[in-house]
């Protein structure tokens, strides 16, 4: 006789896993509701452990062997990561609005912007609770600040709102638990909350010069995100400010306007600029411009899932002598769906490792896919646009900018 146990959120999902491995012949043995435990319960739901056993001869067995060790569930879950949270309900509107701006009415607002503008002297007058709600409390817990606790729960609805991916929402917020003793204030508590984002995006890593000359810098990503603009925002940044001498290469011949958009852009910044047409002419065209301080590529945006031009684009960038040195920027839109964003991260990284540029920023309010993509990945995170203009509306990322609005500033 086997015997194995599942976990569901509901006790139909849990004998329904035990169903699909074991087969229309298991046996329920025994039910079981798992309640959350730890500070925050009160966000988690419980969960149903079944207990279910079949024959070993079981002929079904046999045949869904493959598909059961699939679909077999882990002996625990982690509740923190990936238990469905019900989100607190609040009054649906048509617009997008951060929670946190909603609550305490207009004094709430500016207090809590002002709080996030300057940690380091954080208003003294804190925010008032705004439903009061009595949670039994586990034994030998120390006593919760309720005041703290109820700010937990706006933090949670707004990093929700701003499209944080609810399985690093709860992670942060588990973290949070631990800070959580007698006395810790609101302001402690954002504090902590603040620095830890901060920690979590990482340093800006943009364009490092200070290796040997010349650095190819390679452009890749999905169509329309804004390589050209972003380029020559970058390279204008290079030469006027820092007078480095530039140079721009397109391997983009799929599009003759993008060819056209790059020649313009070297044309006002007086920098040579030639076409490649095909991988093995990188290294040529590479080695006639090697006087050069840096070398911006421009490659041809194109669909993740076109196996071809992934693996054009994957020869090319291998192909480039190892005398070079090198970095490749994936460049993305904050705009994109964050499903699409996931399978984007696993194509480009089979193509070659990268540091990510976020566009488009100015066309969206919600920025927790560049805080997602950035967990998922593991990139460093080196520039971010927020327009069209050229040179300007380009910036290093800005991490504390970022967290600011994810936390409800701006």
């Known amino acids: 006789m086997t015997i194995n146990k599942y976990q569901g959120k509901t006790k139909e999902e849990a004998i329904e896993k035990a169903k699909q491995e074991l087969g229309p012949g298991a046996v329920v043995m025994n039910v079981k509701e798992i309640k ?56 649906e509107k048509k617009e997008t609005v951060n929670p946190l701006r909603t609550v305490n009415s207009d004094n709430g607002k500016e207090d809590l912007e002002k709080r996030l503008e300057n940690l380091s002297n954080i208003l003294e007058k804190q925010l008032s609770a705004e439903v009061s709600r009595k949670k039994e409390e586990e034994p030998k817990q120390p006593a919760v600040n309720p005041e703290g606790l109820q700010f937990i729960k706006m933090l949670y609805r707004t990093l929700l709102d701003n499209d944080v991916n609810e399985k690093y929402v709860n992670q942060i917020l588990d973290e949070a638990e631990k800070i959580m003793h007698n006395g810790s204030s609101v302001d402690y508590i954002l504090s902590n909350v603040y620095q830890k984002m901060i920690l979590k995006l990482g340093q800006p890593s943009p364009i490092d010069v200070s290796g040997k000359k010349p650095r190819v810098i390679f452009f890749i990503g999905p169509t329309g995100v804004g390589k050209t603009t972003t380029i020559a925002k970058i390279a204008s940044k290079y030469k006027l400010e820092m007078g480095m001498k530039v140079v721009f290469l397109t391997a983009d011949t799929y599009r003759i306007a993008a060819t056209e958009q790059l020649r313009v852009y070297a044309n006002i910044l007086d920098a040579p600029m030639s076409i490649i047409y095909s991988p ?14 840096l070398i911006f590529i421009d490659t041809a945006g194109f669909s993740h899932r076109n196996e071809e031009q992934c693996t054009d684009m994957k020869k090319m960038i291998a192909g480039l002598d190892k005398a070079y040195e090198k970095e490749v920027h994936l460049v993305v839109s904050a705009t994109t769906k964050y499903k699409d964003l996931l399978e ?31 967990m998922y990945s593991g990139a ?12 300007d509306d380009i910036e290093e990322f800005n991490t504390q900018k970022i967290v600011k609005q994810l936390l409800g500033g701006r």
């Open 36 to 91: 959350p435990k730890g500070m925050f319960k009160a966000f988690k739901q419980s969960v149903f452990e079944v207990t279910a056993a079949v024959e070993e001869k079981e002929p079904y067995m046999e045949q869904r062997k493959p598909v059961a060790q699939q679909l077999r569930a882990p002996e625990s879950i982690n509740l923190a990561a990936d238990e469905k949270i019900e989100p607190i309900k609040y009054q």
């Open 280 to 293: 093995e002419e990188l290294n040529d065209a590479v080695a006639r411009v090697s006087e050069y301080d």
């Open 344 to 374: 984007i991260m696993d194509v480009y990284k089979e193509i070659a490792d990268y540091k990510i540029i976020f566009t488009k920023l100015d066309e969206t309010i919600a920025y927790g896919n560049i805080f997602n993509i950035k």
């Open 380 to 391: 460093s995170l080196s520039y971010m646009t927020n327009g069209q203009n050229v040179p």
